[in-house]
């Protein structure tokens, strides 16, 4: 199909994506701007995937996948050296473990609309005016994610008809993305993490000032939090119970004035 698309056309851009982590509700928010160079007839729709690089998992989540080359029937089969750890899929053992080599790139672990055609209504049903329009995804949570600083919003325009893509575009995911350190320097640690009855979060300022510890959970929901205390400059500490939460991820914020720095905590019983 390639050598007979390569000097096609293309009636649409994609442009102007906005991803951005919310550390207050624990989403993701995307939206994005398509241009289309002239109207087009069709049933056309905007469509996200967001993904994620280095995925090792756990052992206990699936990453491990079944490697074919393994006994050497095929031959070595490294990756060049100096990359991935030189791991050979030729003797690399069957399952492979991910963590030899770095993980997976580009994994996808979020579809919106859990539709791989789009956002219904997402574009001008039946034909796309010229022009620029726009459209705002659905919010993501983020505790689907391993590490917000290794994923990717992709945005597509699809043809809700075929399955064909005309266009796509990635973007980096902004906001409080893997901030553990602001302007305040507040460094923010919690152990044990994951946490079944308490956990520890360990946290230090530049300055005293008064501190409030909320916890939200993966929808942005409070499920605790403490009145507004003093605390000295330096290193501080405090204990919070996890023995009441469900099994899950949590954002554990410490809010300092209009200054907030989080951390992911994963609760299991």
């Known amino acids: 199909m390639h050598n007979a698309r390569v000097n096609e056309t293309v009636p649409c851009d994609v442009k102007n994506i906005s991803a951005v982590y919310n550390s ?33 998992g756990d052992g206990s989540n699936g990453w491990q996948q079944v490697n074919y080359y393994d006994g050497g029937t095929n031959g070595a089969m490294p990756f060049p050296a100096g990359i991935n750890n030189g791991f050979d899929f030729a003797t690399g053992g069957d399952p492979a473990d991910p963590v030899a080599f770095g993980g997976y790139d580009h994994v996808a672990r979020y579809l919106s609309n859990d539709d791989i055609l789009g956002d219904a209504g997402s574009l001008p049903a039946g034909s796309v005016p010229l022009g620029v329009h726009s459209h705002t995804f659905a919010t993501v949570s983020a505790s689907i994610l391993e590490d917000l600083s290794k994923c990717h919003a992709v945005v597509m325009i699809v043809n809700s008809t ?7 575009e990635k973007a980096e995911i902004t906001g409080d993305v893997s901030v553990t350190e602001i302007e305040n320097d507040i460094e923010l640690k919690l152990f044990p993490n994951p946490a079944s009855d308490q956990v520890n979060v360990s946290f230090k300022l530049q300055d005293a000032s008064d501190a409030v510890i909320t916890v939200t959970d993966a ?7 403490s009145s507004a205390v003093s605390l000295e400059g330096g290193n501080n500490y405090v204990t919070i119970s996890s023995a009441d939460l469900s099994s899950g991820f949590y954002f554990v914020n410490v809010i300092v004035g209009d200054q907030v720095v989080t951390q992911r905590l994963s609760v299991v019983h």
């Open 219 to 225: 929808l942005g929901n409070v499920v605790m939090n």
């Open 162 to 168: 075929t399955g064909e893509i005309l266009n796509a």
């Open 24 to 56: 207050g509700t624990g989403n993701i928010t995307v939206s994005a701007e398509s241009e289309w160079f002239g109207t087009v007839s069709g049933d056309y729709r905007f469509s996200l995937v967001i993904v994620e690089d280095d995925l090792v």
